[in-house]
């Protein structure tokens, strides 16, 4: 029953054993054995079994067998753990099975799910409610059509400003350059270039005001978009006037550079002299007389005007509809965010139970698997048992063969009687205690697998009624939702008077089938 795995008997004779083939050479070393032992008259002739020396042949071979077979039985002994798990994790999968929950249940549980909701989703539609009556009433009072201009990033309107402002600044930093150097010169130009531009943002924006209701908005918005450019106009003028005095001094000094004359100096007596007489600057005639100065002008309003329309454009130009518009889709992303989260909650609980049932399925078909792998390698490894067995064993019979031959010839007296019968067979053993083991442990895990089938099917109609149920639950909560937002209508119409607008949900730009979208076409406020 137990294995050989030190043949110490081999190791004494000097037996020569390949690792990978029972090849017994005994021609010489038995052959001398069986001449010593009749030269002793060994066995008697009336000597009877058993042979001590067909023993020790017999626990020679016994040890090569029990060297060939290690192999064989490690691989056994890795097919009895893995039966002894598969058997292990198919009885968990048993008790997952019988506590499983019920399908029923699951459903109660979703629906009272959906119910718990209720308050939070309810809220989230008068928000919405409210934001698109609000939205509604704008619309209407300013009969506007169109969708609100979105309200822009503060890096867009710099960004729209500084094209013409960068391009400005390097116009007249070599202006400016002249007095006072050129990094100098173009922090003046700049800084001369950023209050025109900032000039132009204010307007824009202050002047989406000529598009309000009210009258005095109104007014207050012509009021400052004139002014504003009225002041970008002067400021413009002025420096063009400066720049154009400069050059004339400049050209003055040189027909005459003996005059003891400051550039500068005489430039801004005579910029002084031009700002008393107002006249030159409204008028512009200066400027108009030296072409850099002009084009000076020119591109101070262009800048003037750039941020103008950014600031014109950085909300909607009727002042307040952008904000009406985004707390609507504020409150909208809201209401839908509420809803999306509401469903993802309920599928996945759903789904859940759906991917449950498929592991437990899974588990149960994988048992049966190993079941089948297995049982193809156990009977792989015991017909090599079988065969090694066989081999040895007629190695065995061979060499008693062989030595009683040898015997019988050199031996002066008979030799024993049972040296004529038949040898005996090695008594190998290729039963191991692990291939009953490994018996009984197929038997078992086949008869669990055959014992959970009907739970196999059992599993997989209740996948197919988890597939039906999460249709029927995306099918409810649209209804429910539906119903929801008729509810918060009427408690909107409670608290606030008429609803402007529809009075059912869309999705994807169709409603629901429990009901035609219905729009209030009362434009009374309360």
């Known amino acids: 029953m137990g294995r050989y795995t030190s043949p110490g008997r081999v190791m004494r004779m000097g037996s020569s054993v390949n690792k990978n083939v029972v090849l017994i050479n005994v021609d010489h070393r038995w052959k001398e054995l069986a001449r010593k032992d009749a030269l002793a008259g060994n066995p008697p002739r009336d000597a009877a079994l058993p042979d001590p020396r067909q023993e020790e042949i017999r626990r020679f071979f016994d040890a090569i067998f029990s060297q060939k077979r ?6 056994a002994d890795a097919i009895a753990e ?15 099975i019988a506590a499983r929950e019920p399908v029923g249940q699951l459903e109660q549980t979703l629906h009272a799910d959906l119910e718990s909701a209720k308050p939070e989703t309810v809220r989230r539609l008068k928000q919405k409610l409210e934001a698109y009556s609000h939205l509604r009433i704008f619309q209407e009072d300013h009969g506007l059509t169109l969708p609100a201009e979105r309200r822009k990033k503060p890096i867009e309107a710099v960004a729209q400003i500084s094209i013409t402002l960068v391009f400005e600044t390097f116009m007249n930093a070599w202006f400016y350059s002249a007095g006072v150097g050129l990094v ?16 132009g943002f204010v307007t824009g924006y202050a002047g989406r005001y000529i598009n309000a209701k009210g009258v005095l908005q109104r007014a207050a918005g012509w009021l400052v978009f004139v002014g504003g450019t009225a002041v970008a106009v002067y400021l413009s003028s002025v420096t063009a006037t400066y720049r154009s005095l400069v ?11 003996d005059a003891n004359v400051d550039l500068y100096t005489q430039s801004a007596r005579l910029f002084a002299t031009a700002l008393d007489d107002g006249r030159q600057i409204f008028w512009l005639h200066i400027p108009f007389h030296e072409l ?9 309003l262009i800048a003037f005007l750039n941020a103008t329309v950014a600031g014109y454009r950085f909300e909607d130009p009727v002042p307040g509809y952008s904000k009406v518009s985004e707390r609507h889709d504020e409150a909208e992303a809201a209401r839908q965010a509420a809803e999306n989260k509401l469903r993802r909650d309920l599928r996945a609980a759903a789904e859940r139970m759906k991917a449950e049932r498929k592991h437990l399925v899974d588990e149960v078909n994988g048992a049966g698997k190993v079941h089948g792998d297995v049982r193809i390698k156990f009977e792989r490894c015991t017909h090599k048992l079988a065969e090694l067995a066989e081999k040895v064993g007629n190695e065995y019979k061979h060499c008693v063969s062989e030595f009683r031959a040898e015997n019988t010839r050199i031996r002066a007296i008979p030799a024993p009687a049972y040296y004529a019968d038949p040898i005996d067979e090695a008594g190998l053993e290729t039963n191991p205690l692990v291939f009953d083991h490994i018996r009984t442990s197929l038997d078992a895990l ?21 597939s039906d149920l999460r249709a029927q639950l995306e099918k409810s909560i649209t209804e429910v939702i539906t119903n929801w937002n008729g509810e918060a209508i009427k408690e909107y119409e409670k608290d606030h008077g008429s609803y402007h607008g529809p009075r059912s949900i869309t999705y994807d730009g169709v409603a629901p089938s429990s009901g035609p979208a219905t729009e209030v076409t009362s434009t009374t406020r309360t």
């Open 247 to 257: 050059e004339f001094m400049r050209l003055e000094l040189l027909r005459n550079p």
């Open 446 to 466: 086949e008869y669990s697998h055959a014992e959970l089938e009907p739970e196999i099917a059992t599993l997989n109609a209740e996948i197919a009624e988890l």
């Open 292 to 300: 850099n100065s002009t084009l000076l002008f020119a591109l101070a």
């Open 184 to 199: 100098a010169g173009a922090v003046v130009a700049f800084i001369f270039s950023l209050v025109v531009a900032l000039l």
């Open 70 to 75: 290690t192999p064989m039985l490690d691989e």
């Open 82 to 96: 893995r039966l002894n798990k598969t058997r292990s994790a198919l009885a968990e999968t048993k008790q997952k």
